[in-house]
Each structure stands twice: as structure tokens, then as C-alpha cells.
């Protein structure tokens, strides 16, 4: 058995955490239930419930894409997210996205600080009340906290077969403090700037998928490639039928993570529900189809990966577009990302599970497909039509929000690796690679 250095310093972290929350905590007052409905509360506790499923199921979905010696560190890897982002949401996390605003551009932490203020907190949120709710405010924060849990776990694809354990949990909650929460703070929050200057982000094609594309292509970079890779001695993924079940919890989820956003049972979360799995649908035909025309076998890999880019792309257009339109955008996305990880494979980038192809640029055709297809008849939300419909200022607002989103999610990334690389080497040293994180990592291994 390999052994590391022992530290007593995460342990103590968190103890403290544990002590001042018994020092913070207030008895909360009553629960305002004037104009809370039942049915949106319901629906909402299950929509959350799914949106954390996706989670175990990203961890079947990349556990059985790595080689056997890597599977349960990759799969750990989403699993930790669940714990450590939810302690961090609960103490200052959902106030840096969704605390009072400072200027739109983060939350104050102090504004619900160990959740106070939460479960008797008015329903609505914003400066001027703009976004009112008929459920629990506690209830939106816990949904809210299963889209922080997954986000950076998402990043872990890009990292695979190489990533030290102890350093990616720093950066993941680097990661969720300096890029996740100030991007969904500008994007949902009623006072954030891009909310103001018009964006459109049902569900999080920019927060979500974008920012973790490019974190996973800034980690790609920095930790440069695994050794296996320089060889070309790539060995097969360990597990399909892992793959193909993480596809079905994902999908299955997925329709908490998009229906779920529109904050209530009503037509709005039946049309997200519909162009969700419409999309995903359309993707995974159009994946595996792109690659017979390569000559290339149907797999139920490529089925797979196409049907996650499809329900990436339509994420941020879900709740803005028609039915029909999720087709063109899952079978154009599928496309896009096909092209970007067969370009990937035959370069030097080692993306281990083509992260950025498939959630980055699936994420970026999303957005600037909902500027162009967005539309009022589907939502009143919608104050400008999309490109489509003749209108071009929204289509033009959301290239600028894609550039800035882009700049800030792989700039800082890039920032924080080389941070958490300088408190805990980011990468596992050669003979570590070679034995396989499970071991190296976790003193576990895969039986076979």
C-alpha cells in the first residue's frame, strides 16, 4: 500500500467550519407561505433530488470511459463534489451567487452566512423584487446548490488518469468561490450585470457548461499530457455499460436540471422537459450517424457522448425555443463536437474525455442557438427575439456575453491551477501515472 504525507489541516478546516456554524446558528422565523404553492413545491423538491442524481451519474458516465486503474478515482472525483461544494454552499457559497449584490457582479457573503436568513427569507429576490417565487426561497437554494455540486466535477473528465486527489479538491472549491458563483451571480441573479444587460441562460449553458468546458481546457494545458498519451498507448475505457447507465442517469436528470428551472410546475417546465429530451434524442442519432459517414461502426460510446452534448446545448435554450428547434440545435451540436474531439485526438491536447468538445463548445453552441432562436411565444421572459425572427440585438448581446464568459472561465482557471500547484502539486509523479490513481491515489482498486 502507497502512503502520503499525513496533514491535519483539511480536518481542521473543517471542524472549525463545524464549530462557528454552531455559533452562527439563529432560529429561524416563520416560513412566509403566503402565495407559496404546493404543486411548484413539489415539483421542485423532485426536480432537485434529480438534478443531484446527475451527479453519481457523471461519475458512471467518465468512471467507465478511463482505464481499469483509474475508475474509482474518477468516479471519486464527482462523488467528493457532493460534500465539499455543498458545506461550501451552505456557508458562504449560495450568498456569493445569490447574496445582495455588490455593483452585479458577486453576492455579499454575509447575507445568508450559514444560511441565515434562508428559511424565513422573503420570496422574491433582487433590488426591486424582480424574480418572485411560490416555493420555499430554501427550496431554490438547495436546487441551486446541486448545479454548484455538479459543475466543477465536470472539470474531472479533462484531468483524468493524471490529477492528484488532494489538489483537485482545492481547486474545486477555488473554483466554485472565484469562477462558479460570480458567473451565476451575473447571469441569474435579478441585479447581476449580464441578467441586466438582457442574457438568456435557462439553465446554465453558460454558468454550467461553459465555465467548466474552459476550466477542463485550461487544465488540460497546464497538467499537459499523461504518458500514455505521448505513446499513443491509450488503454480502452473500462467499463461501457457504466457509460451507457451514467448516459441514463444523466438524461433521466437532466429534466430536473432544465424543467426544474423554471421554477414551478407549468408550460414552461413541460416545453423545457420536451426540447431536453428532444435534443438529447436528435444528438445521439446525429453522433453516431456523423460517424458512419467517417466509415466508422455504430458504438454505443458515440451514441452516448452525443446524446450528453445534446442535453448540454440545450440547457441554456430549453425554456426559450420550440420543440422542433431542439432538433436542429442537438444535431448541429452533436456535429460541432464530433468535428472538435476527432481534431482533439489526432493533436497534442490531452483533454482525457474530451471535456471541452463536448461540454465548452456544446455549451457555446447552446447559447448562441438560444440568441438566435429565442422567442416570446414560448416565454414572455424573451424581451427581444432572436436572430431568427429578425431581431439581432439579442444575438449580438449573447456573442458578447460568450466572449467575456469565455475570457473570465479560462483566464481565472488557468490562475487557480497555478495557485493549487504551488499549496499541492496538481500532478501525480511518473510512477504513480503508471500505477493507476486508484492505487496511488486511494489504496483501491478496481477488481477485474
Same mark, same amino acid.
Given at each position: 500500500?502507497?502512503?502520503?504525507?499525513?496533514?491535519?489541516?483539511?480536518?481542521?478546516?473543517?471542524?472549525?467550519?463545524? %464549530?462557528?456554524?454552531?455559533?452562527?446558528?439563529? %432560529?429561524?422565523?416563520?416560513?412566509?407561505?403566503? *402565495?407559496?404553492?404546493? $404543486?411548484?413545491?413539489?415539483?421542485?423538491?423532485?426536480?432537485?433530488?434529480?438534478?443531484?442524481?446527475?451527479? =453519481?451519474?457523471?461519475?458512471? !458516465?467518465?468512471?467507465?470511459?478511463?482505464?481499469?486503474?483509474?475508475?474509482?478515482?474518477?468516479?471519486?472525483? +464527482? #462523488?467528493?463534489?457532493?460534500?465539499?461544494?455543498?458545506?461550501?454552499?451552505?456557508?458562504? *457559497?449560495?450568498?456569493?451567487? !445569490?447574496?445582495?449584490?455588490?455593483?452585479?457582479?458577486?453576492?455579499?457573503?454575509?447575507?445568508?452566512?450559514?444560511?441565515?436568513?434562508?428559511?424565513?427569507?422573503?420570496?422574491?429576490?433582487? +433590488?426591486?423584487?424582480?424574480?418572485?417565487?411560490?416555493?420555499? !426561497?430554501?427550496?431554490?437554494?438547495?436546487?441551486?446548490?446541486?448545479?454548484?455540486?455538479?459543475?466543477?466535477?465536470?472539470?474531472?473528465?479533462?484531468?483524468?488518469?493524471?490529477?492528484?486527489?488532494?489538489?483537485?479538491?482545492?481547486?474545486?472549491?477555488?473554483?466554485?468561490?472565484?469562477?462558479?458563483?460570480?458567473?451565476?451571480?451575473?447571469?441569474?441573479?435579478?441585479?447581476?450585470?449580464?441578467?441586466?444587460?438582457?442574457?438568456?441562460?435557462?439553465?446554465?449553458?453558460?454558468?454550467?457548461?461553459?465555465?467548466?468546458?474552459?476550466?477542463?481546457?485550461?487544465?488540460?494545458?497546464?497538467?499537459?499530457?499523461?504518458?500514455?498519451?505521448?505513446?499513443?498507448?491509450?488503454? =480502452?475505457?473500462?467499463?461501457?455499460?457504466?457509460?451507457?447507465? $451514467?448516459? $441514463?442517469?444523466?438524461?433521466?436528470?437532466?429534466?430536473? !436540471?432544465?424543467?426544474?428551472?423554471?421554477?414551478?410546475?407549468? /408550460?414552461?417546465?413541460?416545453?423545457?422537459?420536451?426540447?431536453?429530451?428532444?435534443?438529447?434524442?436528435?444528438?445521439?442519432?446525429?453522433?453516431?450517424?456523423?460517424?458512419?459517414?467517417?466509415?466508422?461502426?455504430?458504438?454505443?460510446?458515440?451514441?452516448?457522448? $452525443?446524446?450528453?452534448?445534446?442535453?448540454?446545448?440545450?440547457?441554456?435554450?430549453? /425554456? #426559450?425555443?420550440?420543440?422542433?428547434?431542439?432538433? #436542429?440545435?442537438?444535431?448541429?451540436?452533436?456535429?460541432?463536437?464530433?468535428?472538435?474531439?476527432?481534431?482533439?485526438?489526432?493533436?497534442?491536447?490531452?483533454?482525457?474525455?474530451?471535456?471541452?468538445?463536448?461540454?465548452?463548445?456544446?455549451?457555446?453552441?447552446?447559447?448562441?442557438?438560444?440568441?438566435?432562436?429565442?422567442?416570446?411565444?414560448?416565454?414572455?421572459?424573451?424581451?427581444?427575439?432572436?436572430?431568427?425572427?429578425?431581431?439581432?440585438?439579442?444575438?449580438?448581446?449573447?456573442?458578447?456575453?460568450?466572449?467575456?464568459?469565455?475570457?473570465?472561465?479560462? *483566464?481565472?482557471?488557468?490562475?487557480?491551477?497555478?495557485?493549487?500547484?504551488?499549496?499541492?502539486?496538481?500532478?501525480?509523479?511518473?510512477?504513480?501515472?503508471?500505477?493507476?490513481?486508484?492505487?496511488?491515489?486511494?489504496?483501491?482498486?478496481?477488481?477485474?
Amino acid at each position: 500500500m502507497t502512503t502520503q504525507k499525513p496533514t491535519w489541516i483539511p480536518l481542521l478546516v473543517l471542524l472549525a467550519v463545524a %464549530v462557528l456554524a454552531l455559533f452562527t446558528t439563529s %432560529v429561524p422565523g416563520t416560513m412566509p407561505t403566503e *402565495g407559496l404553492d404546493t $404543486g411548484d413545491t413539489a415539483w421542485m423538491i423532485v426536480a432537485s433530488g434529480l438534478v443531484l442524481l446527475m451527479t =453519481p451519474g457523471l461519475a458512471y !458516465f467518465y468512471g467507465g470511459m478511463v482505464n481499469h486503474k483509474n475508475v474509482i478515482s474518477t468516479m471519486l472525483q +464527482s #462523488f467528493i463534489a457532493m460534500g465539499v461544494i455543498s458545506v461550501i454552499w451552505i456557508v458562504f *457559497g449560495f450568498s456569493l451567487a !445569490f447574496g445582495d449584490s455588490l455593483g452585479g457582479w458577486i453576492g455579499d457573503p454575509r447575507t445568508f452566512f450559514m444560511f441565515n436568513g434562508v428559511f424565513d427569507h422573503k420570496l422574491s429576490l433582487g +433590488s426591486a423584487d424582480q424574480l418572485k417565487f411560490t416555493i420555499p !426561497f430554501a427550496l431554490f437554494a438547495f436546487f441551486q446548490m446541486k448545479f454548484a455540486v455538479i459543475t466543477p466535477a465536470l472539470i474531472s473528465g479533462a484531468l483524468a488518469e493524471r490529477i492528484n486527489f488532494r489538489a483537485f479538491v482545492l481547486f474545486m472549491v477555488l473554483f466554485c468561490i472565484v469562477v462558479y458563483a460570480p458567473l451565476a451571480h451575473w447571469t441569474w441573479h435579478p441585479d447581476g450585470f449580464l441578467f441586466n444587460l438582457g442574457v438568456l441562460d435557462f439553465a446554465g449553458g453558460t454558468v454550467v457548461h461553459m465555465s467548466a468546458g474552459w476550466a477542463a481546457l485550461a487544465g488540460a494545458l497546464y497538467l499537459r499530457r499523461r504518458k500514455s498519451h505521448i505513446e499513443s498507448n491509450i488503454l =480502452p475505457p473500462a467499463n461501457i455499460p457504466y457509460v451507457l447507465l $451514467g448516459t $441514463g442517469l444523466l438524461w433521466f436528470g437532466w429534466f430536473g !436540471f432544465n424543467a426544474g428551472s423554471a421554477v414551478g410546475a407549468n /408550460g414552461l417546465a413541460v416545453t423545457a422537459f420536451a426540447t431536453t429530451h428532444v435534443a438529447a434524442a436528435a444528438a445521439g442519432l446525429s453522433w453516431i450517424l456523423f460517424d458512419v459517414t467517417r466509415g466508422k461502426k455504430v458504438s454505443a460510446l458515440g451514441f452516448c457522448i $452525443g446524446a450528453v452534448v445534446g442535453l448540454v446545448a440545450i440547457t441554456p435554450a430549453s /425554456g #426559450f425555443v420550440t420543440v422542433p428547434v431542439a432538433i #436542429f440545435i442537438g444535431v448541429i451540436a452533436a456535429i460541432v463536437s464530433n468535428i472538435a474531439a476527432h481534431w482533439r485526438a489526432s493533436s497534442n491536447l490531452d483533454d482525457t474525455l474530451d471535456v471541452f468538445p463536448c461540454h465548452g463548445l456544446g455549451g457555446m453552441v447552446g447559447m448562441l442557438m438560444t440568441g438566435i432562436f429565442a422567442t416570446s411565444a414560448v416565454n414572455a421572459a424573451v424581451a427581444e427575439q432572436g436572430l431568427f425572427y429578425g431581431e439581432t440585438t439579442l444575438f449580438l448581446k449573447h456573442l458578447l456575453a460568450l466572449a467575456i464568459v469565455s475570457a473570465f472561465a479560462f *483566464g481565472l482557471s488557468y490562475i487557480l491551477l497555478i495557485i493549487t500547484d504551488k499549496i499541492i502539486p496538481l500532478r501525480v509523479n511518473e510512477e504513480e501515472e503508471r500505477l493507476g490513481l486508484d492505487i496511488s491515489q486511494h489504496d483501491e482498486s478496481l477488481a477485474e
